[in-house]
């Protein structure tokens, strides 16, 4: 099974955003390392939802706004491994346009808030196939554990 990690200072960004953002969906970046099956979040880069109809159930990030994200990964020696994004008054699961529109290998980080709170949290991969997706852990005391600990020497994160 697949693992997200995050810090908890990670994991409260996204979700003051996603409570700030409400009624609408709130969208961004998660900047990071992959590692076979886990993800380690170094960065996490709210952006504003581009989209201009249907803010409340539906995000666009432009390309744009990923190519910038994927310049700062490169300079931060790292990949865009997900995205995030709110799910006003409705589950942290995706929904059948998030599976059109997602792709395979990535983390899929979906905050549910409802009532202007967040209730729920989970991360999802779409599968290679692009049928399906599988939720993945959402490990938030790993990460914290793994930023703590030093670097090796010549060998970037």
């Known amino acids: 099974m697949s693992r997200l990690c995050l810090t908890p200072e990670q994991l409260e960004g996204i979700r003051r955003h996603a409570e700030a953002s409400y009624p609408e969906e709130c969208c961004g970046v998660l900047i990071g390392t992959l590692e076979g099956?886990?993800?380690?979040?170094?960065r996490v880069v709210?952006?504003?939802n581009?989209?201009?109809?249907?803010?409340?159930?539906?995000?666009?990030i432009s390309p744009e706004?990923?190519?910038?994200?994927?310049?700062?990964?490169?300079?931060?020696?790292c990949d865009v491994i997900g995205y995030y994004h709110?799910?006003?008054?409705?589950?942290?699961?995706?929904?059948?346009?998030?599976?059109?529109?997602a792709w395979p290998g990535m983390s899929y980080l979906i905050v549910s808030v409802e009532k202007g709170r967040q209730v729920d949290g989970r991360s999802w991969r779409l599968s290679d196939d692009r049928e399906s997706f599988a939720e993945e852990v959402l490990d938030v005391a790993a990460q914290?554990?793994?930023a703590?600990?030093?670097?090796?020497?010549?060998?970037?994160?």
Do not use: C, I, M, W
């Not at 581009?50 to 666009?60: A, P, V």
């Open 148 to 157: 703590a600990q030093p670097k090796e020497a010549g060998r970037e994160r």
């Open 144 to 146: 914290a554990a793994t």
């Open 37 to 42: 099956d886990r993800s380690d979040v170094e």
């Open 65 to 77: 706004t990923v190519l910038a994200a994927h310049k700062e990964a490169r300079a931060l020696g």
């Open 86 to 101: 709110s799910h006003p008054d409705h589950p942290a699961r995706p929904s059948e346009f998030d599976r059109e529109h």
């Open 50 to 60: 581009e989209r201009e109809e249907s803010r409340h159930n539906r995000y666009l």
């Open 46 to 48: 709210s952006v504003g």
